[in-house]
C-alpha cells in the first residue's frame, strides 16, 4: 500500500469548533477562504472549498497514494490549550477525520495539561493509527518528567508516535512582526523544535524507552545530519541507522532526502506531503517511500 503519513484536512467539525472561539487559536470565515488565526504567527488562509472530502480524495489519486494519515495541525497550539478546551478541539478533529473514509485514517493528538496513559487509550479507541505530540512538548530532557509514563504506554502497545512542530506548555511565542515572510516560522521556530525534540527522544528518552516507534514529521529538522556537531560538543554518540525512528519527507526534496538515505538508510524514510500547507516535493524515491509507509496501515489495523 502507497501511504502518505502526513496530511492535514479542515473538517467542518473542528472548523466550526474553531469558529466558536473568542480566543487564540480560532477561524473566521470570509467567503470560501477560512482565516486562521494562531499566537506567534501571521494568520493564513484555507480554501475550505478545496478542503471538501471529495477533492481530497481526488488528489491522493493524483498524489499516487492510497491511504493519507491525517494530523492535526499543532501549530495552532491545540494541545497546549487548558486541557477541557484542547479535548473539545481534539474531539472535534477526530470527529470529522473518522468522517471520511477507508481512505484516510489519523494521527491521535494528546492533550499537554494533565497528560496522562490514559489519553493514549482514548484516541487508540477511536482508531487512530498513532498518537501524535508537538515538538515543543519535547524541547528539553527536562520535559520528559511528566512524559515518561505517556511513552512508557505508547511503547507497550507497540504503537508509533508522531512528533510535528508546534508549541509545548507555557511556552511563549512572540508576536509576529508585520515585516516577517509567511515562510519564515517554518523555516525557524518549526525546524528548531524538530531538531530539539529528536535529541531530547534519542539522546535522552531512548535510554528508559528503547522500544519506542517514533516518526519524525519534516526529516527532523534534518538533525540527524547534526550526529558530528553533537559528537564535538561533548554529546552522546548515537546510532544513525536507528530502526525505531522514521522519518518523512514533507518539504525536502532530493538533495536533503538523499543525504540522509545515506544517514539512515531508506527504509527509515516515509512519503509525507504536508498537504494542504504544501504540495508533494519531488525527490526521486517517490514510489520507495509511499510503499515505506505501508507498516502504519498494517500495524493500525493489529493494534490494541
Not at 16 to 38: I, Q, S, Y
Not at 248 to 277: F, I, K, N
Request: aromatic share 4%; net charge negative.
Amino acid at each position: 500500500m502507497r501511504v502518505d503519513v502526513h496530511q492535514h484536512l479542515w473538517t467542518d467539525p473542528l472548523v466550526e469548533a474553531l469558529e466558536r472561539r473568542t480566543r487564540l487559536p480560532f477561524v473566521r470565515r470570509e467567503d470560501r477562504l477560512g482565516v486562521v488565526h494562531v499566537a506567534g504567527e501571521t494568520p493564513s488562509a484555507v480554501d475550505l472549498e478545496a478542503e471538501r472530502p471529495a477533492a481530497r480524495a481526488a488528489l491522493l489519486e493524483l498524489d499516487g497514494v492510497e491511504r493519507a494519515l491525517i494530523a492535526i495541525s499543532s501549530p495552532l497550539g491545540i494541545e497546549a490549550l487548558p486541557r477541557a478546551e484542547a479535548q473539545e478541539l481534539i474531539g472535534a478533529h477526530l470527529d470529522g477525520v473518522t468522517a471520511l473514509g477507508e481512505h484516510f485514517g489519523a494521527w491521535g493528538p494528546l492533550a499537554l495539561e494533565g497528560i496522562a496513559p490514559a489519553d493514549v487509550d482514548a484516541v487508540l479507541a477511536r482508531g487512530c493509527v498513532g498518537v501524535s505530540l508537538p515538538a515543543g512538548a519535547l524541547r528539553a530532557p527536562s520535559e520528559l518528567d511528566g512524559l515518561h509514563s505517556v511513552l512508557a504506554r505508547i511503547e507497550h502497545l507497540k504503537v508509533p508516535l508522531f512528533i510535528h512542530p508546534g508549541p509545548g506548555l507555557a511556552e511563549r511565542l512572540q508576536p509576529p512582526s508585520l515585516s516577517e515572510p509567511l515562510w519564515w516560522q517554518a523555516m525557524t521556530r518549526y525546524v528548531a523544535q524538530m531538531q530539539s525534540a529528536w535529541l531530547t527522544l534519542s539522546a535522552v528518552a531512548r535510554r528508559e524507552h528503547p522500544e519506542l516507534r517514533v516518526v519524525y514529521a519534516m526529516l527532523a529538522g534534518g538533525a540527524p545530519l547534526l550526529r558530528e556537531r553533537l559528537a564535538a560538543r561533548g554529546g552522546p554518540a548515537l546510532d544513525a541507522a536507528g530502526a525505531l525512528d522514521f522519518y518523512d519527507t514533507s518539504s525536502y526534496g532530493p538533495v536533503a532526502v538523499e543525504a540522509m538515505a545515506r544517514q539512515l538508510g531508506p527504509a527509515q524514510l516515509l512519503h509525507g506531503s504536508d498537504r494542504p500547507v504544501a504540495e508533494p516535493v519531488a525527490t526521486g524515491r517517490e514510489v520507495q517511500l509511499r510503499e515505506n509507509g505501508a507498516w502504519l496501515v498494517r500495524a493500525a489495523a493489529v493494534s490494541p
